[in-house]
């Protein structure tokens, strides 16, 4: 399996501009989750699907922020617009069920992102 | 409110020496899982571990080993004998039973010298 992969891997932009971020979750997993990970807080949950729909979107920071999972291989982070302390590494994640079964969090490899 | 805390932020041992990482919880839930994930320097966090709260017995794999003591809401993490391969970031999460928000700890960063 190819595991979950997002991109870009890195993104500089500056600010006031959208900023999109991709994930496509392992196949059959039927959870997906965002995360993003600075120094100053550490790793948050910022929104997660079931089956394609927002569950629980608590964690997203402000109005700037929107996600979407229009099926089941594929979902979007964007930023508009974009400010410097959205700087950070943005994760996706994804799990067959819900994590605390027999079924883990699977983690993309990052996107890391610079607001200049 | 959960909350993972790894007071230790940073390690730094040479290879072959063992090398311990606390992990204290809070949780008022009585059924929970918690976790421990690996960031090498790659960036990506790697799955290592889940236990739920009814099962303290202690786990080993490979160089690996856990404790968890849920008298002191702990759950420690060893790695005996460390390799340079071994240096990475890891982190320790926690989720209420059928929960699907992690939360983490601030991570421990160890850095294996050869």
């Known amino acids: 399996d190819a595991g979950v992969i997002q991109s870009p891997r890195h993104e500089v932009t500056e600010m006031g501009q959208e900023v999109t971020l991709r994930c496509k979750p392992i196949?059959?997993?039927?959870?997906l989750f965002w995360y993003r990970q600075t120094m100053m807080r550490g790793l948050e949950l910022l929104i997660y699907?079931?089956?394609?729909?927002?569950?629980?979107d608590s964690g997203m920071p402000e109005d700037r922020f929107s996600a979407k999972m229009p099926n089941a291989s594929f979902s979007t982070l964007k930023i508009q617009p974009s400010e410097p302390r959205d700087s950070a590494v943005y994760f996706c994640?994804?799990?067959?069920?819900?994590?605390?079964?027999?079924?883990?969090?699977?983690f993309g490899n990052g996107t890391r992102l610079t607001v200049t | 409110a959960q909350k993972v805390t790894q007071a230790q932020t940073e390690i730094s041992v040479v290879e072959k020496e063992d090398v311990t990482l606390d992990c204290v919880y809070e949780?008022?839930?009585?059924?929970?899982?918690l976790f421990w994930y690996k960031q090498p320097p790659s960036g990506e966090l790697v799955f290592l571990i889940r236990?739920?709260?009814?099962?303290?017995q202690n786990e080993i794999s490979g160089r690996y080993s856990w404790n968890f003591q849920k008298s002191t809401s702990s759950f420690n993490f060893t790695i005996t004998a460390s390799q340079v391969v071994d240096s990475a970031v890891y982190f320790c999460?926690?989720?209420?039973?059928?929960?699907?928000?992690?939360?983490f700890g601030g991570g421990t960063r160890v850095l294996v010298k050869p």
């Open positions: 994640a994804s799990s067959l069920a819900v994590p605390t079964g027999n079924s883990p969090l699977h």
């Open positions: 196949s059959g997993h039927d959870y």
């Open positions: 699907f079931n089956n394609n729909v927002p569950i629980d």
């Open positions: 949780t008022r839930d009585t059924t929970y899982y």
């Open positions: 236990r739920n709260s009814f099962d303290e």
């Open positions: 999460a926690l989720t209420k039973a059928a929960g699907n928000k992690l939360t």
